[in-house]
């Protein structure tokens, strides 16, 4: 009923930059916040960036003054800036929304909204050194 799809991975030389969008679509009453986040091989997935309703950002120390994290709530969507990748920026990337959403009951959308997360597919980004 809510779907995040991500868009703008790809390959980059190190000290390139690549952009990833994130589009919300379904129910959608509201959205508190949206993010990215990644997950490299063997490791634990990580937030690397989120932005909040009122447009206050955070970042992994990581990627602070290198990635840019905006987004546009009319349009439901959120987009990572990543200039100077390192090869240790590969990973897929998830976009992650935290949203108020209308759930279809099989014959019905319930009037009283309920808040959730969702995650998006994940989109591949590899960094070449």
């Known amino acids: 009923q809510v779907r995040l799809v991500e868009s703008g991975g790809g390959l980059a030389r190190a000290g390139g930059s690549l952009r990833l969008s994130c589009a919300a679509s379904g129910s959608i009453s509201g959205i508190n916040a949206m993010g990215w986040y990644r997950q490299a091989p063997g490791k634990q997935r990580e937030l690397v960036a989120s932005i909040v309703s009122s447009g206050m950002t955070n970042y992994a120390d990581s990627v602070k003054d290198l990635f840019t994290i905006s987004g546009d709530s009319a349009k439901k969507t959120v987009t990572l800036q990543m200039i100077s990748l390192k090869p240790e920026d590969t990973a897929v990337y998830y976009c992650?929304?935290?949203?108020?959403?209308?759930?279809?009951?099989?014959?019905?959308?319930?009037?009283?909204?309920?808040?959730?997360?969702?995650w998006g597919q994940g989109t591949q980004v590899t960094v070449s050194s």
């Open positions: 992650n929304a935290d949203v108020r959403y209308h759930e279809f009951t099989g014959t019905h959308f319930e009037l009283l909204p309920k808040q959730r997360n969702f």
